[in-house]
């Protein structure tokens, strides 16, 4: 089994920062892509930023500038730091990771999610 863990969300007034953390846990061979996806209340979950293997990293328009995603590969991590925080950015951060693992027709590829974890930014 493979399992994702975030920690880190909270309450930060505007401007403040936070910083989200998640790491991956199980039997796999390898962590191709992974990334963070929000949902905030009444919306599609949206893609934030996402960090490839090589380190090569995409963000979400509204979020350039302000956050940064990076990732540990030793130790199966991957980071967002949130800086400038606005209220729009209240939602549930969700880590998301593309995992590689061993089955019967050889190594398959498949996202696995997180639980989840509430970021609440007060005006």
């Known amino acids: 089994q493979v399992q994702l863990v975030e920690s880190g969300g909270g309450l930060v007034q505007a401007g403040g920062s936070l910083s989200l953390s998640c790491v991956v846990s199980?039997?796999?061979?390898?962590?191709?892509?992974m990334g963070w996806y929000r949902q905030g209340p009444g919306k599609q979950r949206e893609l934030v930023a996402q960090?490839?293997?090589?380190?090569?990293?995409n963000y979400e328009d509204s979020v350039k500038d302000r956050f940064t995603i990076s990732r540990d590969n030793a130790k199966n991590m991957v980071y967002l730091q949130m800086n400038s925080l606005k209220p729009e950015d209240t939602a549930v951060y969700y880590c998301?990771?593309?995992?590689?693992?061993?089955?019967?027709?050889?190594?398959?590829?498949?996202?696995?999610w997180g639980q989840g974890t509430q970021v609440t930014v007060s005006s």
């Open positions: 998301n990771a593309d995992i590689v693992r061993v089955s019967w027709f050889g190594n398959q590829i498949r996202p696995y």
């Open positions: 199980g039997s796999f061979v390898s962590i191709n892509n």
């Open positions: 960090i490839t293997s090589g380190g090569s990293s």
